[in-house]
């Protein structure tokens, strides 16, 4: 544009310059012809339209049409009549130089060749470039969707198999509400079974308890009745009349325990010991010597109708089947062996008259399942405060035992235990002393004539304890052993 400008004042200056430049616009299309026509550009050019794709031809008419089209217009007046008059308006301004024809006009027709071959020839492989994509990306979307549908088809199908979910929804919410109401009705017996193992703990506590309160009272009716026969005793009548009395039923006695009851009777034993201690003198023996005299004979006679059987320690180890060695106790130094506790167990027997063979498997299987096969003296597990021993009775009995064998007068329940659970004829011995102190007579009856109806009672009532089916094994093998005696 600046150029226009230079050469427009220029022209204006020099007026004769102007037609000189005339022939120098003429002559570059003449020059240009002549380059296009040159031989080697020629054969240069039939060279590469030989050696490349020829494109396809087109029919003239239709090429001439297709340009007809392309011109602005509705019909050919119309047209014709634009195309004249632009050709008009090209040739007016040309002529009047309102349009000079230079090398940017050039440039510009370069230009625009270039974009019209672009339009004509990289139109048609864009455009098949662009179908072909189009058509590529249509398959990819095609496929996606069949995949899709199949994926979705297939998802119906297998959805259609469970019609019945519903159904079965509703038979599972069922159960689920039938397994909630078991288990609060398990839950419910459960605290229902825990309460009455409770009530009954607690009355078996009070029926030991009434059973002690009834043998102190028994003990103080025997030391009243005592006190009152003794002062009758100074009368010499009666004290004759008495004396006649007892030898007629110690007869009596005698003659029935040849028969079918071999125990003496407890009165007649009571009057005839306080008879003897009131002729001891007469009679020249001393009191004491009479005493000892007459608990050896009922133990003799006792022996005699139920003798302690041959006890050995295998027979023991039978019972107590993990007695035979101490080398896994978790606690050596409480462990004895069958053998090493065997001539305790046997002592225990005669020291508190337990002479029948149900009594004695009844403290055998007690003493050999609480220690665990004679390997536990203390209760470690959970660990009651006083409890111990070979039978495990609570510190309450344990300070009761000890004050029985004179080992201990205070009042510390621990203190107690420990002196208890330090003497092995002690520790072995309590279960023995517990049947014949605190168990009232008819739990021992019971052992003797009920089997193990009898025995059951002497585990509930007795020791407060529940029969489970191992404690059970171990009075069947002890049983076993003793009968067997």
């Known amino acids: 544009m600046a150029s226009q400008l230079a050469r427009g004042a220029l022209r204006a200056s020099k007026p004769s310059l102007r037609p000189t430049i005339t022939p120098t616009r003429a002559a570059l299309p003449a020059t240009t012809t002549t380059t296009l026509f040159h031989p080697q550009l020629q054969h240069a050019q039939a060279r590469y339209q030989s050696g490349s794709p020829q494109p396809p031809q087109t029919d003239p008419k239709s090429k001439a049409q297709s340009i007809i089209d ?28 309102i349009y000079v024809v230079n090398e940017e006009s050039v440039l510009l027709f370069a230009f625009l060749s270039v974009c019209w071959g672009i339009y004509n020839y990289g139109g048609p492989a864009y455009s098949a470039w662009a179908d072909t994509y189009k058509d590529k990306m249509a398959d990819i979307l ?17 959805l259609g198999a469970q019609g019945e979910v519903v159904e079965t929804t509703k038979n599972l919410f069922e159960v689920s509400k039938e397994t909630a109401q078991l288990e609060a009705q398990a839950y419910e017996l459960e605290q229902k079974t825990a309460l009455a193992a409770e009530v009954k703990s607690v009355l078996e506590s009070w029926v030991r308890y009434e059973g002690q309160i009834k043998q102190r009272q028994q003990r103080e009716l025997a030391e009243n009745v005592i006190a009152k026969v003794e002062k009758d005793l100074e009368n010499p009548r009666v004290l004759k009349q008495i004396l006649d009395q007892s030898v007629a039923e110690v007869e009596n006695s005698m003659l029935l325990s040849n028969m079918a009851n071999t125990a003496i009777s407890s009165t007649a034993r009571l009057l005839l010991l306080l008879l003897l201690s009131h002729h001891t003198t007469a009679l020249s023996i001393p009191y004491p010597d009479l005493i000892t005299r007459s608990q050896s004979e009922e133990a003799q006679r006792l022996k005699h109708q139920f003798p302690v059987p041959n006890l050995t320690a295998s027979a023991l180890q039978h019972i107590a089947p993990s007695s035979g060695s101490c080398s896994l106790s978790q606690y050596p130094q409480e462990c004895r062996t069958a053998t090493q506790a065997l001539p305790f167990i046997q002592s225990s027997f005669t020291k508190y008259n337990i002479m029948h063979p149900a009594e004695q498997a009844a403290v055998v299987a007690t003493t050999a399942y609480e220690s665990r096969d004679f390997k536990n003296n203390v209760d470690h597990y959970p660990g009651a405060p006083g409890k111990g021993a070979r039978n495990m009775q609570e510190g309450r009995y344990n300070l009761e035992y000890a004050r ?33 102190t605190v168990c009232v007579e008819d739990v021992r009856k019971g052992l003797r004539k009920r089997g193990e109806e009898g025995w059951v009672t002497y585990v509930e009532r007795c020791l407060g304890a529940d029969v489970s089916d191992e404690r ?10 003793f009968e067997q005696g």
């Open 70 to 97: 392309s011109l602005p217009g509705n019909s050919l007046v119309s047209k014709t009549a634009i195309l004249s008059s632009g050709a008009a308006a090209s040739i007016f301004a040309i002529s009047n130089e």
């Open 142 to 158: 095609q496929s996606a969707r069949k995949d899709h549908k199949q994926a979705v088809q297939r998802r119906m199908d297998s």
């Open 404 to 436: 029985h064998l004179e080992l201990y007068e205070g009042e510390d329940e621990e203190e107690a235990a420990r002196l208890v659970e330090g003497r092995d004829d002690a520790s072995f011995g309590a279960a023995a002393w517990f049947l014949s």
């Open 472 to 481: 059970r094994e171990y009075w069947r093998r002890a049983r076993g052993v």
